[in-house]
Each structure stands twice: as C-alpha cells, then as structure tokens.
C-alpha cells in the first residue's frame, strides 16, 4: 500500500480552500504515516497558490504533483489551450522543480473524436517537453476504455495511462463491478497502467447511507485487480472479490496479499503496483488511514 493515495483534498466531497488542502498535505506528508502518501493533485489555475508554501519541502523531500488540466481534450481547440497549460507547467518546473516536482497530468478526454489517434500522438510528444518521467492519464467515459486502451497500445504510446473513476456524490456516479471488471481487463490486455479516483474512502465495499449506494472499497479495488493481472483469479473471481463485503477474507501479511485461498507475494505486489496499478485519488487521507488502522491492516 506503499504510495497508494493521492491527495484531492481540493474536490468534493471535501472541497477544502487550498490552503487548508495543502496544510493537510504537508501534516500527512510530515507524519509517520506518509509511507500511505503519494501526490497532491493540483489543478493547474491553482499553481501560484502553492508558492507560499513551497518552502515547508526540500530538494531532500519535494512536494510531488499530480496537475489537472482543464477542460477535456476533443477537438483542435483544447488542443491549443493544452500547448498553453504545457508551457505555464514548464514555467512553473524551471523556477520551482527544485522543490516541487510534476510527476503527472491529468485529463478528461472524448474518445469519440474522430482524430483519437492524433489528439493521443500529439499528447505524447508535447508532454515530452517536461520530465522524462512525467505521464498524462486521462479520463474517458467508463464504457470507452476498450477503444482508448487499444488505441494506445496500437499506438505503442508509453506516456499516455488512462483514469478510472469509481464514484462520486451521487449514486449514478458509481460503477458496477462489473463495468469495473471490464476496464480492468481491457488495462490488463493492453498494457496500459491504471490509476483510479473518487469513491474509495473506505478499505471495504460497503452501503453508505448518505449517498444511498454501494461505494467500492479500495483494498477490494487494488486487490482483485492485482490477482488478476497475475492470472490467480479470473474475471468471474474478479467481480465476486470487487464486491466481497468482508474484511476476514482479505489478508495482509508480511510477504503477501491473500483474498480466501488465493495469495499474492509482495515482490509481484511491488512490480504491480509500479508498472500497472499505480494509485487512486481521495479527497479523505484519515478515512482511509483511519479504517487500516481500524482492520489492523495499518
């Protein structure tokens, strides 16, 4: 779980002003607990807002970003405003990447347009630009990520990873673990690495009340995913272990992840978690940590 939350304290539900987001973060970051801790996702209009903070991090420890791009990328007009949200990035990474460094963009997109392909290739090399290691993932509809993954595996494009959304403030927003399953497997036959966001509050598939829904748990959502990719649950154990409403059989070990009878060693959890699955975004980092806690898992 090393690395697992991004931190959107900016977005609903929580929707906190920025400072009070960014104070949490560098509390987070500064706690015994910052191991759980991945990036801060910033949308870009806020840059400038980090500047009076950037002197609480180091060369040593760097804030690490997660910048979201506005907009949603369909036609050759978004595709300008891209080159000027680009060049404001770089801007911002001469002056500050000493101690702030983008690890990441992220973006809706609309892969019914009929210039995918080209949007896709245009992306990847523009953001070449920045840091070797930087990735944009972008956001489809969730019924689209077959034809996105396969056009970038086709495309052989190795910067461009896409975005799962698994909830929202509303019931509509959550997908079924089937529809889940589905973009897990299409990631899986393409190649293509997976992040995910909204939703995943709580380690364990349960009803919240307030929302009036089932909300995926992100243990059941990391998981399930990582048995399959491993090829030890196929996708019929996949749906069943998304929506496993029991803690008990979930297990962590010192050398392994286990779901009933089928574990998983830390090493292939380790290169999964790097090349595949990589992190989700919550607007919470106590309900998350607090709940591990809770399950003993933490």
């Given at each position: 779980m090393e690395s697992?939350?991004?931190?959107?304290?900016?977005?609903?539900?929580?929707?906190?002003p920025f400072d009070?987001?960014?104070s949490n973060y560098k509390l987070y970051f500064s706690s015994s607990d910052s191991w759980i801790l991945n990036r801060f996702i910033c949308p870009i209009s806020k840059l400038n807002n980090l500047l009076p903070h950037l002197s609480d991090f180091t060369a040593e420890k760097p804030l690490h970003l997660s910048v979201l791009l506005t907009g949603n990328f369909q036609d050759d007009t978004y595709i300008n405003k891209f080159h000027e949200e680009l060049s404001t990035i770089k801007t911002?990474?001469?002056?500050?990447?000493?101690?702030?460094?983008?690890?990441?963009?992220?973006?809706k997109i609309d892969t019914q347009n009929n210039n995918l392909n080209d949007i896709l290739n245009i992306l990847s090399t523009s953001i070449k630009s920045l840091d070797n290691s930087v990735e944009i993932f972008l956001e489809p509809i969730?019924?689209?990520?077959?034809?996105?993954?396969?056009?970038?595996?086709?495309?052989?494009i190795k910067n461009i990873q896409l975005k799962l959304r698994c909830g929202g403030i509303v019931p509509e927003a959550?997908?079924?673990?089937?529809?889940?399953?589905?973009?897990?497997?299409?990631?899986?036959k393409n190649n293509v690495k997976l992040k995910f966001t909204a939703g995943l509050h709580h380690p364990i598939r349960h009803f919240d009340e307030e929302i009036g829904t089932k909300m995926h748990g992100f243990v059941n959502v990391f998981g399930s995913a990582l048995l399959f990719y491993t090829g030890i649950i196929d996708e019929t154990n996949l749906i069943e272990a998304l929506e496993d409403e029991n803690p008990h059989n979930f297990a962590f070990k010192n050398t392994s992840f286990s779901w009933k009878n089928n574990s998983l060693p830390v090493n292939a959890i380790v290169d999964l978690r790097e090349e595949a699955l990589l992190s989700y975004g919550s607007c919470s980092f106590n309900e998350p940590r607090d709940d591990l806690k809770d399950l003993g898992w933490m």
């Open positions: 697992l939350i991004d931190y959107a304290g900016l977005f609903p539900p929580s929707e906190l009070d987001a960014i911002f990474e001469d002056q500050y990447g000493d101690v702030c460094k983008i690890k990441s963009l992220e973006a969730i019924t689209d990520f077959s034809t996105i993954s396969n056009q970038i595996s086709t495309s052989n959550f997908p079924s673990s089937k529809t889940i399953a589905s973009a897990l497997s299409f990631c899986k």
